[in-house]
């Protein structure tokens, strides 16, 4: 039994693509929990409507209005007790009909596999590429090391994945509500406990918006402080000291670099909030002179190779202008 979540808020415009690839599912053992988040424009009623027709979807409506993670978590609390694994379908994003199938199956030949990802559709490119071919099973905390080390993308977005239930129950909340990244600490916690497997096949696509939490995330770049924390968390269990230190002095090389460009693009006084509230929580601190010598390395970047700068500068520019609207606001260093 798979136990499959749609956190909903007014999606109506996608919400019927997302159910019926549900429906299209080549594995058909599972039930499906539509969680509606105080929806205004219509798709409840979309949900309610399926719901009607098969008794295998219900759709519960939250009291009260929650943000995003809050949310995720409470469709997860919706998982049903018989299920051996569960998987979160966004109500914006869709399924390929395989995906339950070839998910599940590796699961089953591979019990110390608590998480399953697979390739990913995202928008018009694929992504979660990282393992080479035929990785199907890889132990967790390897697959951290190589994070870390390599830098390897594999885990994506909720959407992408299909966990354990016994790990969705033994959770709660699943997700850290505090983090916009909250889908990667999770797997980061529970390869602790399992490995990972693969599917080298294209199983999810994940639509690119720029109102969502990902074009948000893009915009501030939020992968800097998150992946300092990550290492600092999780870091010690997998990697030896020097190769810990080398991590952090690497990736915060990386951050003030990213931060010194940062100065060239006039960013506004939330984006540097942001980021100076989260190295001092980091314990870090935030150093200008790190800062002012980014800038200083970019501007002889642009001196040096100006041909190739301004193309780069150009495709910046021509990024989606990204704003926190009025489903996201940055609170004492903190996006929400």
């Known amino acids: 039994m798979v136990s499959i979540v749609t956190p909903l808020y007014n999606e109506a415009t996608h919400l019927t693509e997302c159910i019926e690839s549900v429906l299209a599912q080549t594995y058909q053992n599972w039930d499906y ?183 948000v995330a893009n915009d501030f770049q939020t992968n800097f402080p998150s992946m300092l924390h990550y290492l600092q968390k999780y870091g010690p269990e997998c990697l030896i000291p020097k190769e810990l230190k080398d991590c952090i002095d690497g990736h915060l090389d990386a951050y003030y670099s990213y931060l010194g460009k940062s100065v060239l693009f006039r960013r506004d006084k939330d984006f540097w909030h942001f980021h100076r509230t989260k190295l001092k929580e980091a314990g870090v601190g935030f150093s200008m002179p790190r800062v002012i010598w980014g800038t200083l390395a970019t501007l002889g970047n642009a001196i040096s190779s100006p041909r190739a700068y301004f193309k780069k500068a150009s495709n910046r520019r021509q990024l989606p202008d990204v704003r926190l609207s009025s489903r996201f606001s940055v609170h004492k260093g903190e996006i929400r």
């Open 33 to 215: 929990t539509i969680v509606n988040n105080c929806s205004t424009d219509g798709s409840v009623e979309i949900a309610n409507r399926y719901a009607a027709k098969d008794s295998r979807i219900r759709v519960h409506n939250n009291l009260t209005f929650l943000r995003a993670f809050p949310n995720h978590n409470e469709a997860l609390r919706q998982i049903s007790p018989e299920s051996k694994y569960c998987k979160v379908v966004f109500a914006d994003d869709w399924i390929f009909p395989e995906c339950l199938e070839r998910m599940v199956a590796l699961a089953e030949e591979n019990p110390s596999v608590g998480i399953v990802g697979a390739y990913v559709l995202e928008g018009t490119r694929i992504s979660c590429g990282g393992l080479p071919f035929p990785s199907a099973c890889v132990s967790g905390r390897e697959i951290c090391r190589q994070t870390f080390l390599e830098r390897l993308h594999v885990f994506g977005s909720a959407n992408a994945l299909l966990y354990r239930s016994e790990l969705v129950r033994g959770r709660d909340p699943f997700f850290d509500e505090t983090d916009i990244h909250a889908d990667t600490d999770t797997c980061f916690a529970l390869l602790r406990l399992s490995d990972l497997g693969f599917v080298h096949q294209v199983l999810t696509f994940t639509r690119v918006r720029p109102e969502s939490l990902t074009a």
